[in-house]
């Protein structure tokens, strides 16, 4: 029975976006298995975040050993045995999990929740790879026994007190950066500019937060737009749920930080390209606006500023 399982692993080693979405069902499972030791197992990145939740009583990171790092691989392989866990949830559902699914044979291995060849609860469902990913794992812990509902990601918990910024009351967080080798997924940084420029003439400040490496960004918008806030490089996980709780609405391309203040209950406009669904991956919120275009140099500003109903003259 899962709810006799009293050591429970749950496998999520995605990218921030990943890790945010998979956030409702961990509570789902912590509901559950409302009196097992929940571990889970991601990358160091996430680990803070994963370790600030509610659901876990542990936080595990895995270091991704290869096959040329056969003594990392009989670490992680020790470790998952002498654990001896009863169930485990493996979201990730990739070659690599499936190994360790693999590496627990000896131990009579757990009930399984996943994809991986042999699982005690497989998720058979044929339609998995074009659903989106939060209904995928509805289904998936569907198929392992939980029949309640799956709620939405709720990075409530995770909100800092952004009372430190001394941001004015009527402001518009913009997320302009996104992964690097995926320059597609950006929306062209003189579109932010202009956008910044109609938001400042509305009296909404712009607020831009972004990664170290997004500096530029940041910097570039508010030399062209003296009004405008650069927090790039200077905001944690908590801090983008915080900002974005506090403000008119978000506007940013389809990059991690747009789930994380779409979780913490912020308005949002995602900006997608070709190159990416959001029919599997978008955020989702009572207030999340889609636009899309094949590439993201043919959405123009007043496109964009409408989702805020401001007047833009700008193409």
Partial sequence: MADRCRRVLVIKLGAL??????????????VHHRDAAITFLTTRPYA?????APYFDAVWIDERPGWRDPGGVLRLRQRLRQARFHR?????TRARTALYFWLMRSQGRPQWSGIAPGASHPHRNPARIRMHTLDRQEDQLRHAGLAGPVP????????TDPSRFSLVPEY???????APHRPQKRWPLD?????????????LA????????????????????PKARDLTGATGFGDIVALGRGARRVIGNDTGPMHLAVAGGAAATVLYSAVSDPALTAPRGPDVVILRRNTLAA????EVAATLRLQSARG
Avoid: H, T
Avoid at 17 to 30: E, L, P, W
Avoid at 48 to 52: E, F, G, I, P
Avoid at 152 to 159: G, I, N
């Fill in 172 to 178: 518009v967080l913009l997320i302009p950066g996104g």
């Fill in 48 to 52: 803070d975040l994963a370790k600030a």
């Fill in 299 to 302: 959405l123009s500003v007043a």
């Fill in 206 to 225: 712009p607020v831009v937060v972004g990664g170290p490496e997004e500096r530029p960004l940041g910097a570039a918008i508010a030399a062209a737009e």
């Fill in 191 to 203: 579109r932010y500019v202009a956008l910044a420029q109609d938001l400042a003439a509305a009296g």
């Fill in 88 to 92: 485990v949830y493996d979201f990730q």
């Fill in 152 to 159: 939405p990601p709720d990075l409530s918990w995770l909100a």
């Fill in 17 to 30: 976006g990943d890790i945010v979405q998979a956030m409702g069902a961990a509570a789902a499972i912590r």
